[in-house]
C-alpha cells in the first residue's frame, strides 16, 4: 500500500497547504449562514420541543459543509491535474485503480471531517450543543461524506474543464443540499412538498446526521442509513468500475 499512502500524502497537502481557502473560508461562510438565519429566525421557530433554533441549525450546517468540501476536493483535485497534465505522474506508477479510488476517497473525508469540526467548534459558542448518539453522528458522516467524494470522483473524471464541475456544483449539489432540511424541518411544508423530500437522498443524511445530535429526527435513522448506505455503495463501485475502465484518464 505504499502507492496509496503517497498519494494520499500527496491530496492531503494539495488542500493542506491552502488552507485559507479549503478550511477556513467554507468555516466563515457556514459561521454567515449560521448568524443570518439564528438571527432572523430564533424567536419565532423552534422545530424541536427544547432545542433553540440555532442548535437545530448547527448539525445542518455541519453535515452541509462537509458534503460539499467532500465533492469539492476529489473534483477539483482530478480536473486541476487533467487539465494541467500532470495527471500523468499519478497514472505512471504501477497503482491499482483501489489504490487510486482510496486515496482520493480518504482525502475527500479529511477535509469533510477538517471543516466539519471546524463549523462544530465556532458553533459551539453561539448554541448549546450536544451530542446524544455519537455512532449515529460518526456513521452519517462516513457514509454521506463517501456519497460525495464519489460524486467527486466521477464529476473529475468527467468534466472537461472546471465549466463542468461548476455545472455539478450549481444545479445538482447545491439544490440536494439545500432543499434537504438543512435550515428547516420538512414537516413545516405541505403535504405535497414532503413526499417529495423523501425522494431526497441529502435528506437522510442530514436527518440521521441531526438524530446523533438531539436524539431526535423528521424520521427513523434506520431508515436514513438503509438508504443512504446503499447509496454510498452504489456510488463506490460505479467510480471503481470507471477507473478501471480508464474512462477520460487512459484513453
Not at 181 to 210: C, E, K, T
Request: charged share 10%; hydrophobic share 55%; aromatic share 16%.
Amino acid at each position: 500500500m505504499t502507492g496509496f499512502m503517497t498519494l494520499l500524502r500527496k491530496e492531503i497537502l494539495r488542500f493542506w497547504k491552502v488552507l485559507l481557502q479549503t478550511i477556513a473560508a467554507p468555516v466563515l461562510t457556514a459561521l454567515l449562514y449560521l448568524l443570518i438565519f439564528s438571527h432572523v429566525l430564533e424567536a419565532h421557530v423552534q422545530v424541536y420541543p427544547g432545542v433553540s433554533y440555532t442548535a437545530f441549525l448547527m448539525p445542518g450546517l455541519i453535515m452541509m459543509s462537509m458534503m460539499q468540501n467532500a465533492f469539492a476536493n476529489s473534483s477539483s483535485s482530478l480536473i486541476q491535474s487533467k487539465i494541467t497534465g500532470n495527471i500523468v505522474f499519478v497514472l505512471l506508477p504501477p497503482l491499482s485503480y483501489l489504490e487510486f479510488f482510496l486515496a482520493y476517497l480518504v482525502a475527500a473525508l479529511a477535509r469533510g471531517f477538517a471543516v466539519g469540526v471546524g463549523v462544530l467548534l465556532v458553533g459551539v459558542f453561539f448554541a448549546d450543543i450536544e451530542m446524544r448518539h455519537p455512532g449515529w453522528v460518526l456513521a452519517f458522516a462516513l457514509a454521506s461524506g463517501t456519497v460525495f467524494a464519489c460524486i467527486g470522483i466521477l464529476a473529475g473524471i468527467w468534466a472537461d474543464k472546471f465549466d463542468h464541475l461548476a455545472g455539478v456544483q450549481n444545479f445538482v449539489i447545491m439544490p440536494l443540499t439545500f432543499l434537504s432540511g438543512v435550515f428547516y424541518s420538512i414537516h413545516s411544508l405541505p403535504a405535497f412538498w414532503q413526499s417529495v423530500s423523501h425522494f431526497n437522498p441529502v435528506f437522510y443524511m442530514i436527518d440521521g446526521f441531526r438524530y446523533g445530535f438531539f436524539g431526535q429526527g423528521d424520521v427513523d435513522p434506520w431508515l436514513g442509513m438503509a438508504v443512504v448506505l446503499p447509496f454510498a455503495l452504489l456510488l463506490a463501485v460505479a467510480t471503481l468500475m470507471m477507473l478501471r475502465s480508464g474512462y477520460k484518464l487512459r484513453h
